[in-house]
């Protein structure tokens, strides 16, 4: 069961989300709160797997929420959910430790395979904000000569690409037939090779090299 923290300053909205993320799709919303301010203290009381950020709410908005839980020692990671394609709001939750950006109205199996893959350790863009994302990571990647994917084998390109889509490494095991054990060496050995620093600068390579395409899905 994934364990879900509901973070809007709307009902109507959390509402919504907690008629899709439903136990009988294995979620459990185990609390909600209207702004970003006590967020930490939901968090290290509540235990959540993932939690669903707002980014815009009165008080401690969704940004501001986001680097807090950056600060702990073992932060959930936070899927953001807007009604905004604000290319500085989306920049700033990508450096204030987002994993996943998704907006609202997105259909319903969407948010869910969102959440899955955030709560999983994979990252999540929905398309329409995907060109922002790989903006904001290129203006800090390390020079392109470092990132050459004639390092990588024929598997671990296989791989990279399952990780650009957005896969947990439980996910690109049973895709690919591998024991979850595997992905992760080879997961290991592309990131050390490309010198990525985490999975959402893998999912930025992913594309940039093209092996995908933004839209692309699984």
Not at 39 to 67: F, W
Not at 77 to 98: K, N, Q, Y
């Amino acid at each position: 069961m994934i364990r879900v923290l509901l973070v809007d300053d709307q009902e109507l909205i959390r509402a919504g989300l907690r008629g899709i993320l439903r136990t009988r799709f294995g979620f459990e919303v185990v609390g909600e709160l209207g702004d970003g301010s006590e967020v930490v203290r939901a968090v290290q009381e509540l235990a959540p797997s993932v939690v669903v950020m707002d980014v815009r709410m009165p008080g401690t908005d969704g940004i501001v929420a986001t680097r807090m839980l950056s600060a702990l020692d073992d932060p959930p990671p936070v899927l953001v959910l807007t009604t905004f394609e604000d290319d500085e709001v989306l920049a700033a939750a990508l450096r204030a430790g987002a994993a996943g950006f998704l907006l609202k109205g997105v259909p319903a199996e969407d948010l869910q395979r969102a959440v899955r893959a955030v709560a999983e350790g994979g990252a999540w863009l929905d398309p329409a904000v995907t060109a922002t994302v790989l903006a904001t990571y290129r203006d800090g990647a390390p020079p392109s000569s470092s990132r050459e994917l004639d390092v990588l084998t024929s598997r671990e390109r296989e791989v990279l690409a399952l990780v650009g889509a957005g896969l947990s490494n439980g996910e690109i095991a049973e895709r690919l037939t591998l024991s979850a054990g595997t992905v992760k060496t080879h997961v290991g050995h592309l990131f050390a090779k490309l010198q990525l620093r985490d999975r959402a600068a893998a999912v930025v390579l992913a594309f940039d090299s093209g092996l995908l395409r933004p839209g692309d899905r699984p």
